[in-house]
Nanobody
Framework: QVQLVESGGGLVQAGGSLRLSCLAT????????MGWYRRAPGKQRELVAS???????NYADSVKGRFTISRDNAKNTVALQMNILKPEDTAVYYC?????????WGQGTQVTVSS
């Protein structure tokens, strides 16, 4: 099993930047891909960005050109650099890791973007 802990959320003004980080522990060698999801108030959880072990990335259309996902295998972390933040980016952001057919989730970190 994989345990995930997110950090880096907070309050930022529109146009600003935040960097989220997720530390993976446990059976990390079994991880196939990692990603970031978010859940805005009153909405379903949605994929923000994902990255495979081959560093193939995938982004939601709403964040393309503004967000960048990266992973550091030596540190067992995945990061989400978020630039040009908008009020509609306000949500709880969750780290996700897919491992041996299972999906693991972090506890989430709040990102609030004020207008």
């Amino acid at each position: 099993q994989v345990q995930l802990v997110e950090s880096g959320g907070g309050l930022v003004q529109a146009g600003g930047s935040l960097r989220l980080s997720c530390l993976a522990t446990g059976n990390i060698f079994s991880i196939d891909s990692m990603g970031w999801y978010r859940r805005a108030p009153g909405k379903q959880r949605e994929l923000v960005a994902s990255i495979t072990t081959s560093d193939n990335t995938n982004y939601a259309d709403s964040v393309k050109g503004r967000f960048t996902i990266s992973r550091d295998n030596a540190k067992n972390t995945v990061a989400l650099q978020m630039n040009i933040l908008k009020p509609e980016d306000t949500a709880v952001y969750y780290c996700n890791a897919r491992s041996m057919g299972l999906v693991n989730w972090g506890q989430g970190t709040q990102v609030t973007v004020s207008s």
